[in-house]
């Protein structure tokens, strides 16, 4: 049974005097603190499983500096990949005011995200006061704040042409397949809405009998795979939903469970001649479908290596890679 996973609550202890330490690169709001079970920190920013918007690492800490035996707080950013890791910078901060605010570095290498992650660091020198921010990924894109205050990244694009309302199965694919769409792996795709839903429509080939969708319906463009997120694959004869179940970081690194999603309803599949299509059904997708709407939305082809996406270098586990879909009037 699918089931909804949030990032794993923490408890402050009951030290009167407490470090709160706010690392924030991210263009988001600020979110929930995440705080270590045995040490009196609380973390503002970024929070565990959030994503970075620039390759800088700021910090900014309010300290009790009465608690700071050498008035000063060291932090290490590292890299995680698996059970590796690797020290990208180190800083000692001096603290004399409350207020703490500092430049660590920068990260190479971007993205970051997937199973690769950053792990944020604190101790407190002259004593066993330290914590851990992770895992932050790092997803440098540009974008736009909507008329409602949400940021929205400017990635590539493809169109879904608008489909009358009523309009499925046979009629839908062979308005989509006289499209040109756009081609993935040397197999062509096109995209179409109405009010029922999403349409998918995929020609598959020797050398792509199969696609996978990925759909970001926060369009996020994060780091990491969430609840959120959906997937699609469609074969020859068949079409089915993945989606995250559960996520987790351990010493062994970051590790992503999946799950199933949707029905024969929900993800109906419609074969005609060389052609499927696939309709996701809008209720299912939680999604309200309007004119000039946009979703998170990337294509890997089957059978043709990790090259062959869209956007190209798209990678299926860091939607911050993906492009997008926009639903046409």
């Known amino acids: 049974m699918d089931r909804q996973i949030n990032p794993p609550k923490s408890r402050l202890s009951s030290f009167v005097s407490t470090l709160a330490l706010s690392l924030s690169l991210s263009a988001l709001p600020a979110l929930p603190a995440l705080a270590q079970d045995d040490a009196p920190v609380v973390v503002t920013s970024p929070s565990s499983w959030s994503t970075l918007r620039s390759d800088s690492v700021l910090v900014s800490a309010q300290v009790d500096t009465a608690r700071l035996p050498k008035g000063s707080i060291d932090f290490k950013v590292v890299r995680r990949s698996g059970a590796r890791s690797s020290v990208l910078f180190s800083k000692s901060v001096r603290a004399e005011d409350a207020a703490v605010d500092a430049f660590l570095g920068r990260v190479k290498g971007a993205p970051v995200g997937g199973g690769d992650f ?176 946009n979703i998170g939305f990337a294509v890997f082809a089957k059978g043709q290596g990790k090259g062959a996406a869209y956007p190209s270098g798209a990678a299926r586990s860091i939607p911050g890679t993906w492009g997008g879909i926009s639903l046409a009037k």
């Open 118 to 293: 950053l792990s944020i660091e604190w101790s407190v020198p002259g004593s066993d006061l330290k914590g851990v921010v992770e895992p932050v990924g790092v997803a440098v894109l540009s974008g736009t704040v909507s008329p409602d205050n949400k940021w929205v990244p400017s990635v590539p694009h493809v169109s879904a042409v608008r489909l009358k309302d009523g309009l499925s199965g046979d009629g839908a694919a062979d308005a989509l397949a006289a499209l040109r769409g756009f081609s993935v792996g040397g197999a062509n795709f096109a995209a179409g809405w109405n009010a029922s839903g999403l349409f998918l429509h995929f020609t598959p080939t020797s050398s792509v009998p199969a696609a996978e969708f990925a759909l970001d319906l926060k369009y996020g463009a994060n780091a990491f795979t969430a609840w959120a997120d959906k997937f699609v694959v469609v074969g020859a004869d068949s079409a089915y939903g993945m989606r995250v179940s559960k996520r987790s970081v351990d010493k062994d690194g970051l590790k992503v469970e999946e799950s199933s999603w949707g029905d024969a309803k929900s993800i109906a599949l419609t074969e005609t001649g060389a052609g499927r299509l696939v309709m996701l059904d809008w209720s299912e997708l939680g999604v309200l479908p309007f004119d000039g709407r």
